[in-house]
């Protein structure tokens, strides 16, 4: 029972994750009905950038709010710098401006930095944190960080003035520029937001996965199946997609291991956990192609 728990609490922590990047990811689909792969390597980037400043001294949460506000500031950037001129292009040109873009941070990363793996500080005290035998300190701190950040979202997009704008213009551009919206700049300030979402998913699995260069290759894949899962066209489904694909990869695994202890017979284990993610994506598509949260949407021709 206590390994059932462990790797429940564990899937949480992980599937925590999946949901901010995936959360990101949707918030850039939405407004843009393009998929960023460079959101990884955005995110990993600023992780760097929160790992430097702690190298030179500064505190572990003094680095985590500079590092997420860089994003802020990266993410507005590439979109009125790069992608404003861009709208009007074909899709194929997008995807390759993201993969460059996808590119270009990996490079420089490594090239500043290095490809060498490194260790990443973890800010939670096991003394104040973690239950014993079931969860660990960083992974219950990855998991009240998230969740967090998510709800502080959630308030923004719901109940501020420039939350309802910014939804109005990813929803309805052309209604909200009637009402006096500036959708241009709103969605300059949804790839902003994007960007500081995943750069605390990238800072909070820092310290499980290590820092490098890729360390956010294979997480991206998750968030992107955890956002298929959730339904692309709903940020509130891919929250919950990342939590459901991080704890069903983690049982199904369990399962496997439990599986081969009983029988002898190796079905599934840990190795397979991106087969089973992909699995799950595949499953849910298949039966429902909006994802399990995502809406239809049915144009009239």
Known sequence: MEQFLQQLASG???GAIYAALALALVMIYVSTDHINFAQGEMAMFSTYISWQLMSWGADFWVAFVA???FSFVMGVTIERVILRPLHSAPVLSIIVVFIGLLAIFNSVAGAIWSYLIKSFPSPFPKSDFGIAGVIGAHQLGVVLVTLVVLGLLFVFFRFTPLGLAMRAAAQNP???RLVGVRVDWMLALGWGLAASVGAVAGIMVAHIVYLDPNMMGGILLYAF???LVGGI???????AGGFIVGVLENMVAYAGNQIEKATGVYIIGNGEKLTVALIIVIVVLTVKPAGLFGRVVVKRV
């Open 12 to 14: 949480l922590a992980n």
């Open 67 to 69: 590092a997420v506000a």
């Open 174 to 176: 052309q209604m909200a």
């Open 225 to 227: 199946a955890s956002a």
């Open 233 to 239: 066209s709903s940020p509130g489904g891919a929250v």
